[in-house]
């Protein structure tokens, strides 16, 4: 048996980001949330569909474009399903999407709830092997996840990694202070860390639900 222990974390934000808008009720600048409703628009046979937002105090509504003037044959027939339907979970991922809001201030949450579930048993653990999963888009830096989810201080994570005894695949230059992708798998050799038992708990134990 392997001394190398697998473990996922499905990374999920708390709560979507809020785009900050000049709301013309209020008289200023508020956060706006999704109301988890689209609207869809027929022009002929070009159609327009919106992420429909409010004001988080006065409910005033702001339109997120989803996309504008497009013929209904370049629509994803998922999409057109999606928008049809209002689907709560597409309308969600997209509400966690911050690509459709880039180009205005939103308040950023980097609250994440973390779900960890192990992938493989192994016999005096020497190793860690922790795969990322990040079904919807959220902004958390690599070093404060580990330091919060194992329960250790970042300048110890940077230590670790400075030392070769944490890595990543893919690596990059500076990773620790990055984004989190998809996929990023974190490897910890662990054979000569004194509070080995208690890391091993807090990478495969539920922490918080
Ligand atoms: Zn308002």
Redesign the pocket.
Known sequence: MSNTLCVQWTIVPRAAPQPLIA????R?V?PFQSSGKARLNANGRKLDAWLIYK??????TWNRTIFERRHVRDIDLQILAALQTNDPEWLERLAFNPAGLKAMEATEFSDVTVRKKLLSHALDVTHLSIELRLPLTTTVRLDRLLASELALSRSRIQTLESDGLLSTAPSGRNILRKSVGDGLVVLLDISDEPERGRIIDAASRQVNA
Do not use: L, P
């Open positions: 709301c013309s009720h209020c200023c508020r004001c988080t105090v006065c409910d005033n």
